[in-house]
């Protein structure tokens, strides 16, 4: 049975870090790329961060992120333990939500890991509150 699994949520105070994990199994990990949404109460969910499943020459793979978290959070992803991070750094409250990992088989390209809809599978999700 696919699952995704998010950790690392918490409480925090502004300005701190957090990073959040994201463990897949019962799927081919290394064939989807993986995403971050959020959601605030009242609020539509919001594209945090995605990387591509396939490397681009040199190992690395492509990454994107929502424009209010560029600069500050760091998507990355370990094939080999079948698991997504989101390094959240400077944390500010309007940070606050739940976090949601997603896997979009053969993603590879910014228009479809933006859109929640290209998504196969999603986690539970993991809360995050940022206090001031």
């Known amino acids: 049975q696919e699952q995704l699994v998010e950790s690392g949520g918490g409480l925090v105070q502004a300005g701190g870090s957090l990073r959040l994990s994201c463990a897949a199994s019962g799927f081919t990990f290394s064939r989807y790329g993986m995403g971050w949404f959020r959601q605030a109460p009242g609020k539509e969910r919001e594209f945090v961060a995605a990387?591509?499943?396939?490397?681009?020459?040199?190992?690395?793979?492509?990454?994107f992120y929502g424009d209010s978290v560029r600069g500050r959070f760091d998507i990355s992803r370990d094939n080999a333990k079948n698991t997504v991070y989101l390094q959240m750094s400077s944390l500010e409250p309007e940070d606050t939500a739940t976090y949601y990992c997603?896997?979009?088989?053969?993603?590879?390209?910014?228009?479809?890991?933006?859109?929640?809809?290209?998504?196969?599978?999603w986690g539970q999700g993991t809360q995050v509150t940022v206090s001031s």
């Open positions: 997603g896997a979009v088989r053969f993603g590879n390209d910014d228009f479809m890991l933006r859109l929640g809809r290209y998504y196969n599978y």
């Open positions: 990387i591509t499943w396939r490397p681009v020459t040199g190992g690395t793979y492509n990454t």
